[in-house]
């Protein structure tokens, strides 16, 4: 997701999302006390955390992966609460940041960390040089965003996310050795062109960042496109007998993976313009529409479909 989708109208941030908050699954996990109250932290096996941002719209998931001799910090979230201070009581090992894509609510603390490994794509060429401007950040705190009191010491008006250094460019099947665990980058373009989701084969999870995750998915943010989501999503089934569970990086973990058949199926639907129920909205003069349906919806350009 974005910070941009703030000032759409009302196809993207129904009011009072929050009420239907916790979410099923987070009752079945364990949850672990930490000395910051802007995140929810749950453990998801001996070496894996889910860091969650409830009470901001975005619901944004950031995870640490341990390995036997290392750890990676993937995304550094929306930079509201202090992820680095956070990661630092969960592990003791080495870690360094690797982000799944350069949107604003993944790379937010990102310049607090020396090591910051990033998908070799456009967009994260430009984001490392850029950061995100206050009037980027500003809107995901704006009115109906957030339904708790904000970190002390959080100034909105100053908040910005600074450019930062990506140590490393990640290629398309590169791996992660964390020791005893690996992780292999999956490029899947779609919702940004510098999307890389995690394979864990061990553990039997892929990290899907923003390709996937029960809510609202976008292919109309910059870098997005619906063809190549469709491709993204080809290639995720194709590798089914990998993995078991899905690690989204927005709402909720652990989700099984067969629903990424029904999102391609949908996908590939609207695409064709068969798909005739939607909600319309409009972002920077271009109208999007919204196609709704039981766990996830998928919201894109007006453009992008030929019908
Ligand atoms: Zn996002």
Redesign the pocket.
Known sequence: ??AKTAKEENIIVPKGWWESLPRKVYSTLERVKTSQPWFEVYKLNAKTWAIYEPYQF?E?LSYLVEGDKKAILIDTGDGIGDIKKLAEELTKMPFWVVNTHT?V??VAQDYMFKEVWCYDGPMAHETEKTGYPNRKTAPMVGPGMTWKPLPKGFDAKKWVVPPYKVTHWMKDGEVIDLGGRKLEIIYTPGHSNDHAALLDRKNRWLWTG?IFYTGGIYTYLPGGDLDQFIKSYERMIKLFPEYDYLMP??NEPMVPKEVLTTVLEKAKSIRAGKEKKYTEGMDGGEKIRRYQYDNFAIVCFEKQIKD
């Open positions: 997701m974005s975005e944004t949107h609510d993944h923003d990086s927005h």
